[in-house]
């Protein structure tokens, strides 16, 4: 089926019930019909829910559907987009091992890196995006995985999938790529390469800012491992969240289409205006990496970033000036968001990490929602005008 019927007809099989929307699962644990029952199912010779913790039937349906949406072998879903991005990793690295990174990740990616993966003698190397040719020289013995970004949060820069999938076959090196901006809809990373593709459903696959969730996707072999140790460490996704994240999926193109057709509208604008500079989404051909944007990716994506003329001043005084954007840490919401990174979600690098991972002082993320385009246009300007 194509993507779209995939989402909606993916689900569950109906209980004596009938029902046509697949029920909630407010259930801690599922009992066994006798001994051999039970002891069959915990030694894995039967597929059957056990634990919440394990699997659970909304979970599992949820998981499913992501699967299938990335081209994946198997999944596992997560509580959180940080637990999937931390789960994974942990689950196949080894103390010793060495990861190459973008240098623009997500903070609490960053801080994985260089504050807690130090502690089990895992160490990182980064890259710059702009420099992707010189990855190989990079590459250790002790190299176990690239990790990237793309788009990047929150500067936009787009990584050449094709790429990065011949440099880790070529090495025989686990390729990690979240695809949290583009999700499944606009961007399949695993027909490039990536073994494994990670999503903070939080965010544009809830899309209505409602609840917490993650998922990893990709070889069925990595899978399991990353199935073992979470099913030990026990970062699951609560059976509710996953009800509505399965749900939310449904319409997912239909909702990220509108966000992109927007966001490109509300690009078009912030480059028309005086007190915007380096206006950046993917489907300017303005973009420096427009070219490999529109070879991997089906439309832009709802993210606009751009800097505000005057620095981190500037960019706060814009943040209070909106009235119809929400200020929000958030993005992937119906409603519109702004978000000043350097003095927020990058406030806890350095100075030096935050203009290496490419947030200027006056760098502005805004998460395009699906007010009228002629509102959101319209609170911009007033914004950027108060200035």
């Known amino acids: 089926m194509h993507f779209e019927s995939e989402a909606i007809r993916t689900q569950n099989e109906r209980t004596q019930y009938q029902e046509h929307s697949t029920p909630l699962y407010l259930t801690s644990s599922f009992v066994f019909d006798d001994a051999e029952d039970m002891r069959a199912s915990f030694s894995e010779e039967k597929e059957r829910n056990i634990y919440s913790r394990f699997t659970n ?56 890196f260089t504050k807690f993966f130090p ?4 160490s990182h190397s980064y890259f710059n995006v702009n420099e992707v040719d010189k ?13 990237a970004e793309t788009p990047t949060n929150p500067g936009l820069d787009i990584l050449d999938l094709e790429l990065l999938g011949r440099i880790a076959k070529k090495h025989n090196i686990i390729l990690v790529i979240d695809n949290c901006f583009a999700t499944p809809w606009l961007q399949n990373p695993i027909k490039y390469g990536a073994d494994l593709v990670i999503h903070s459903a ?29 099913r030990n460490t026990g ?21 990220l289409d509108k966000h992109c057709e927007n966001a490109e509208k509300v690009a078009r604008f912030l480059e028309s205006q005086a007190n915007a500079e380096n206006v950046k989404y993917p489907f300017l051909k303005s973009h420096p990496q427009y070219e490999i944007a529109i070879k991997q990716m089906k439309k832009g994506g709802n993210i606009v970033s751009f800097e505000i003329k005057g620095g981190i001043e ?17 993005l992937g919401d119906t409603r519109s968001i702004v978000t000043h990174p350097a003095s927020t979600t990058h406030s806890k690098l350095s100075e030096e990490d ?7 002082p006056g760098l502005v993320r805004v998460s395009v929602g699906l007010e009228h385009v002629e509102d959101i246009i319209e609170d911009l300007k007033q914004a950027l005008n108060s200035i």
């Open 235 to 255: 970062p699951a996704l609560s059976p509710f969240n996953a009800w509505v994240l399965s749900k939310s999926l449904e319409t997912l193109s239909v909702r």
């Open 119 to 122: 502690k089990w003698n895992i």
């Open 314 to 330: 500037a960019g706060r005084k814009f943040i209070d000036a909106v009235k119809l954007c929400s200020r929000s840490a958030n």
């Open 202 to 230: 939080t965010k544009l696959i809830d899309g209505q800012g409602r609840v917490l969730g993650g998922v990893t996707v990709g070889r069925a072999d990595l899978i399991r491992e990353i199935y073992l140790f979470s």
């Open 354 to 360: 935050r203009l290496e991972a490419g947030i200027t």
């Open 57 to 112: 039937p909304n979970n599992s349906e949820f998981t499913e559907k992501m699967v299938k949406m990335e081209g994946a072998e198997a999944g596992f879903s997560f509580a959180t987009g940080m637990s999937a991005v931390f789960s994974s990793l942990a689950a196949l690295l080894n103390s010793g091992d060495h990861i190459i990174s973008a240098r623009a990740v997500f903070g609490s990616t960053h801080s994985l």
């Open 135 to 147: 990855i190989e020289e990079l590459i250790k013995p002790e190299t176990k995985m690239i990790f």
